[in-house]
């Protein structure tokens, strides 16, 4: 008899594809995502039938890495397609009102009228500066669409990208319109966003999806893991530096619950979710935020910025300073190193001779650190973006205590969320409309998502920096600042005034991405929550 | 317990609601207790949120530098909780008969509840609890009327010395209290069980000793029961002590009364902005610049400069412009 837990096994055919890890990561670096309006009932659910079958699970494909897939092999398709839903959509769709009634508070508002929490009341995140058919007097979303597919060697999408498109817009037409396209995407199309990795030039004349976003950062490093995301010691090696950690640093996966409805959470509960629990289980609520980035406003702030920062830390050279700004805002070099094991460019370059950029080793290595012991941000600041977006140990109040008395991650285990989405747009078109949207996975948009943008991004109490917010995608108010710590005692601190907003909101909304046994459901129509 | 704690008083007050009918100004026939929390949602907060710095009113409570904190609401029924849980085996044994209702007290009428968080002044006899019911009622008498006016026994008090008066008649015990100035760890010390243990002992041996030296007992077997005497000594002076130390307020957090914290908020706020104006000076510039710095914030002054009562900044910086987001509720 054995007496260890029996591991969470998630049914990756019952879960929709691109939450467990995402697409851009798989392979697919283009997308298209498109928003429906429902005017009757019975339409919309024909037109989630109609859509069911081709929907991407997240079942393992064959891949390079030896990871077993089960005994039927699912093939890897060209382009994938996944639904989710707006608590109006499922309002439309004729979800039972007891059902509904289950649905979170800020599910059921939207992402407009949690705008003040959002900081999306200030500056230029207003809705007025919304993409058209996100502004909250339109008729509103609906169904998202998801599309994203692989590309050729030139870096154009596959054509199963306007096939399956096609196929979506065809089973739309196919209710006399009464499940309609909402148009009013800004970028190439009205239709849709489009949204695409950053290509560049191969040097055999192909062209390559990069991992990085407009401002040159790789993105996407830090992710949590949970359990059951990773099949057995996958998910154990993977938990190192980004699942929860003991005060004595010892990592494990994170709840199951925390991510995915219907299993036990950081709290050792499962949570409250709409019944009936197989309309709940296995499904994820995500933030759609569609995030405009002000690149030249960037370049130039850092540029002058830098300038200041050399003067101020003597440095020769003002590429190295800029660099370093970069870096001390983010917490990682653009190439991904944390300033945590490579505070300085030196540091960097050393990093990367001792261990291959993009090897597994390089990988695990950038996100195997923690804070307790660089709490006044010497090498990274406190306030810089990686350390607000995943505290880690940082918040740990007994960090000066001995290991055994410490905390850990407790204060960070329940405020984590799984960033999806991929950049749209480029930032040398003459439309200006570049950035990313970024699909914010949790189990509590509140508690998850809300938490982190209102007090982490947007604030600084937590950190001991006053009202001083994100540097990066926090709303820059007038006066707002960064204030970088001093490395050593020989240098002093420096203050890097005047912060511009960098990153605005363009539009979205709350989405709720169901179970393939509840999109079975909501389809039939036969939601019982009886 | 806690009516003193860190450097604060916690004031809690029960003020009952007055019953019967009273005319609203409108002509209609009301409640007091209509009346009262109709005042009390006009009565304006502090320049905290969006909405209520937009109004331009401030909050009455804002006139006041020792009040760090005060809330006001109507208290109709404590919430019942259902029957109290009980084993039905017991029950069985006991006969009692669960379809029989258990009695539970309400509360006879509304009451007005206010909870506040003031400076005390130690050296008042009263901790300072009346000087700041007289400095309430000076700075707000119009809102004290309007507020209390519907409260029973508040007829006749004219006055700031009746004010406080009724104030402390309506007193209760704080059993709670919260306060968030130390901005480290306290310097509390902590029992461990090894030194209540050698206190017990050392207490019971002690005690033993003295009875053996005054009884002069003949026979040995006096020893345990002046032992078990010795050990009961032990027991009561250990919880005593713990008792004592438990009852004892909070240590104060150095400078947590009102006007240094708000000196604090503001040279905090304006040494942000000098340490940014100042990058790259030169030593002399630097101590020259720091020199003007101390004379125009004068962080030893806690009249002025400081932060006012009531505001979220006092540095200068035009609060950034909300926009109400107003979505269509028609949704579908």
Known sequence: ?530 | MPNIDGGHIFFTLLAPVKLGEVAHPDGRVTTHSHLLREELANLPTAAQSPVAIDTNLQSPFARCTRTHFLRLFVLDQPMFNGRDPSNPLVNAVKGVNPLVHQPFDVLSRPWLVMSADVDRRPAEPDQGLASWAEGLWTRTEAEMRAIFGHCHGFDGVGSAAAFAAYLKRCQVETTMSFNDYWPGRPPLKGESFGRIGAGLLAVAAGVMALMWAVLKPASMWWLLPLLLVGLAAGAAAVVWNLWSRGRRPFPPAPDSDLPSVLKSLHVQQRFAFFAETVQGFDPQALHRAFGEFLAGVRPGDLESPTQMPGVIRSDGVALVEHKAVDPKRVVL
């Open chain 1, 1 to 530: 008899v054995t007496t260890a837990p029996i591991r969470t096994e998630l049914e990756l055919g019952d879960l929709q594809g691109g939450i467990l890890s995402a697409y851009g990561k798989m392979g697919f670096p283009k997308a298209r995502y498109l928003l429906f309006h429902v005017d009757r009932s019975a339409a919309g659910r024909a037109f989630v039938e109609a859509l069911r079958p081709k929907v991407t699970t997240a079942l393992r494909w064959p891949s390079s890495k030896g990871i077993s897939t089960g005994a039927v092999e699912v093939p890897r398709p060209d382009c994938t397609l996944n639904l989710a839903f707006t608590f109006w959509g499922l309002y439309a769709l004729g979800v039972p009102t007891r059902t509904l009634r289950g649905m979170p508070d800020e599910f059921v508002d939207g992402m407009a009228l949690r705008a003040p929490m959002l900081g999306d009341d200030i500056l230029d995140n207003t809705p007025a500066n919304w993409d058209p058919v996100w502004q909250p007097e339109r008729e509103k979303p609906h169904i998202l669409v998801m599309l994203n597919a692989k590309v050729d060697a030139a870096g154009h999408a596959l054509p199963a990208l306007d096939a399956m498109t096609a196929m979506v817009l065809k089973a739309a037409a196919a209710t006399d319109g009464a499940v309609r396209l909402l148009e009013g995407h800004a970028g190439p199309d009205p239709r849709w966003q489009e949204l695409s990795a950053i290509f560049a030039d191969a040097p055999d004349g192909t062209r390559r999806a990069l991992p990085t976003e407009h401002f040159g950062f790789v993105d996407a490093i830090g992710d949590p893991v949970f359990e059951g995301q990773y099949p057995g010691r996958e998910e154990d090696l993977r938990a190192v530096g980004q699942g929860a950690m003991d005060g004595e640093g010892q990592w494990r996966p994170l709840a199951t619950g925390e991510f995915i409805l219907g299993w036990p959470d950081e709290a050792q509960e499962v949570a409250g979710a709409a019944m009936p629990l197989d309309f709940s289980r296995n499904g994820s609520f995500f933030a759609y935020r569609k995030l405009h980035q002000h690149v030249e406003r960037w370049d130039q702030w850092v540029a002058e910025r830098a300038k200041g920062l050399a003067a101020t830390w003597e440095i020769a050279d003002l590429a190295e300073a800029e660099a370093l700004l970069k870096a001390k805002m983010c917490g990682r070099w653009p190439d991904g190193v944390p300033l945590l094991l490579a505070p300085t460019e030196a540091d960097r370059q050393a990093f990367n001779a001792r261990l291959k950029p993009g090897s597994p080793e390089w990988l695990a290595a950038i996100t195997h650190f923690d804070y307790c012991d660089d709490v006044d941000g010497a090498k990274c600041p406190v306030t810089s973006h990686m350390r607000r977006a995943n505290t880690r140990d940082m918040l740990d109040p007994l960090w000066d205590q001995p290991k055994k008395a410490r905390m850990g991650s407790a204060l960070n285990n329940r405020r984590r969320i799984l960033r999806r989405g991929l950049p749209y747009g480029d930032r040398a078109a003459p439309d200006h409309d570049h950035g990313i949207v970024l699909l914010a996975h949790c189990a509590n948009l509140f508690r998850q998502f809300e938490f982190v943008q209102q007090q982490w991004m947007n604030y600084g109490l937590d950190f001991n920096a006053g009202n001083d917010s994100c540097p990066v995608v926090g709303a820059h108010s007038p006066g707002a600042r960064f204030v970088i710590a001093a490395p050593d005692a020989s240098k002093p601190p420096f203050i890097a005034s005047g912060l511009p907003q960098f990153v605005s909101t363009r539009g979205g909304d709350y989405f709720f991405a169901p179970s393939m046994t509840a999109l079975r459901m909501i389809g039939q129509g036969v939601v019982d929550p009886t």
